[in-house]
């Protein structure tokens, strides 16, 4: 019987509020999902407002299901670091807490390679003007969020926090990576 290649993979990452990455990553080609929820703290099962008290250690964060013949996980990781600032402590913009943090979760050592391969890459780069600060470690439990949480800027766009939040992060996914964007979002 032949030997069958992996075709999919998953990725957890966090950088700010998952409103806005997920609302980014839905929109690239490869991707197959995107689920917004909870990893990294010490609770089991959090809920968003436990979450929010910054108790429970939980980064706000998303999996990211995605077919490895189309996208690579290094190109995943080139649209996270540029799309949200991998360089603040615990903060996106005017969101504050350890539960906004820039985090990577692998779930391999081979992953773990990958990621801080690209860190230090971008970083030497200068295109920050600050060190990284992203935490990368092991994926433990990924709890994902309620429901009412998922594909949240899809269902609100009119929202206030998605229009002055998340729009001017999609309108830069746009400008920088047009050749990644799925057809059925190809207009901004």
């Not at 030997?3 to 700010?16: F, N, V």
């Not at 190109?75 to 807490?97: C, M, R, S, Y």
């Not at 926090?161 to 729009?167: N, Q």
Request: with cysteine.
């Amino acid at each position: 019987m032949p030997h069958l290649e992996k075709t999919t993979d998953t990725i957890t990452l966090a950088g700010g509020c998952f409103w806005c990455l997920e609302a980014i990553f839905k929109r690239i080609k490869g991707v197959i999902s995107v689920i917004s929820g909870y990893t990294g703290g010490t609770t089991t099962h959090p809920t968003y407002d436990a979450v929010c008290s910054g108790k429970t250690g939980h980064a706000e964060a998303i999996q990211i299901t995605y077919d490895t013949t189309i996208i690579t996980l290094q190109e995943l990781l080139d649209i996270f670091w540029k799309l949200h600032d991998p360089t603040t402590v615990n903060q996106q913009g005017a969101d504050i807490g350890t539960q906004y943090r820039s985090a990577v979760f692998y779930n391999s050592d081979e992953e773990k390679s990958i990621i801080l391969e690209t860190k230090s890459l971008l970083e030497k780069s200068g295109i920050y003007p600050h060190p990284f600060v992203t935490e990368v470690s092991k994926l433990s439990t990924f709890y994902p969020a309620e429901t009412y949480h998922q594909d949240y800027y899809n269902q609100n766009q009119n929202q206030g926090y998605c229009r002055l939040v998340i729009d001017p992060k999609i309108k830069k996914l746009y400008k920088d990576y047009t050749d990644k964007i799925k057809p059925d979002f190809n207009s901004f």
